[in-house]
């Protein structure tokens, strides 16, 4: 059963699903409803004993500060082996740098998987814990994001990041 969190933040509210394997769904302010609490849900109760410390790593990141999210377990239920692989690899890439499609297919054992890659990024559930936002086109450019490239935008500028030309 997923238990369903809310964090106000100075962008508006982020939702957050969690079960007892690990964090399920992160939904950013003003994105698709579809991670969202149901309505009637979400208030401030018991969790487990990571969600003080996720809280303050999430409104530590939307200030624009370095966070750590690698210590928050992530429930992957209904993901492909491959899918896995290639979210744990985005999950390793470093705050304030960028990764392609094609280099995270590679690094899940699938070199010619690029486009499945970017695939899986697009499922990802638990955007800014696993950056997706860090995932690039080989060009250089943005390619795409779930919630909008507003939102990536947004995000790889909070961490300074400069893309390649």
Excluded: Q
């Excluded at 809310?6 to 962008?11: F, H, K, N, S, Y």
């Excluded at 860090?134 to 990041?161: N, P, Q």
């Amino acid at each position: 059963m997923r238990k369903y969190h809310r964090v106000e933040t100075p962008l508006g509210d982020l939702w957050f699903s969690y079960t007892e394997k690990g964090l399920y769904s992160l939904t950013l302010p003003g994105s698709s409803p579809e991670g969202a609490a149901p309505a009637g849900e979400g208030k401030a109760g018991e969790g487990p004993s990571w969600l003080p410390a996720f809280v303050e790593e999430l409104e530590t990141f939307l200030g624009g500060t370095e966070a750590d999210f690698s210590p928050f377990p992530v429930d992957y239920t209904g993901f492909s082996p491959f899918f896995v692989r290639v979210l744990e690899e985005a999950r390793r890439i470093p705050y304030g740098s960028v990764s392609s499609y094609g280099f995270l297919a590679e690094a899940a054992g699938k070199p010619r998987a690029g486009r499945a890659a970017g695939t899986c990024m697009g499922k990802n559930r638990v955007p800014l814990v696993i950056p997706c936002h860090r995932v690039i086109r080989k060009d250089g450019t943005l390619g795409g994001f779930g919630s909008g490239l507003h939102w990536k935008e947004y995000l790889l500028a909070l961490e300074g990041t400069v893309l390649p030309r």
